[in-house]
């Protein structure tokens, strides 16, 4: 079970060729891991792409890891656009030193047709 569920349902707050960012805050010190994320058109289904977090910063005081991730929305106008009443799932998932992935967060992103990226 993830940690959280983040549902990003109004599309009207992604316009074409804009950026935006996300942080995700790991307990502990998981500098040696990675975090990447999926986004598919169902649960088990098609693949619709990937994303990664790059750059790790460990906090001492907080004894917590941050990873930041850009997005920039025109990365997805090559694929196909879901029926209005689709949406697309997401998960993210991090790579523990041990080798393990443990899902973190995941999530539906619903798609409008008048927008082309999410």
Request: hydrophobic fraction near 40%; charged fraction near 25%.
């Amino acid at each position: 079970m993830p940690a959280a569920v983040l549902d990003l349902v109004d599309s009207r707050q992604i316009e074409a060729n804009s950026y935006w960012s996300m942080e995700v805050f790991y307990p502990g010190n998981m500098l040696r891991s990675r975090l990447k994320g999926q986004i598919r058109k169902e649960l088990g289904g098609d693949l619709i792409g990937n994303f990664k977090f790059d750059n790790p910063v460990y906090d001492e005081i907080t004894d917590q890891t941050r990873f930041h991730v850009f997005f920039r929305s025109s990365e997805t106008e090559k694929f196909p656009i879901p029926e209005p009443d689709e949406f697309w799932v997401y998960d993210l998932l991090i790579l523990l030193p041990n080798g393990d992935y443990q899902r973190i967060l995941k999530g539906k992103v619903a798609v409008d047709p008048g927008v082309t990226d999410v």
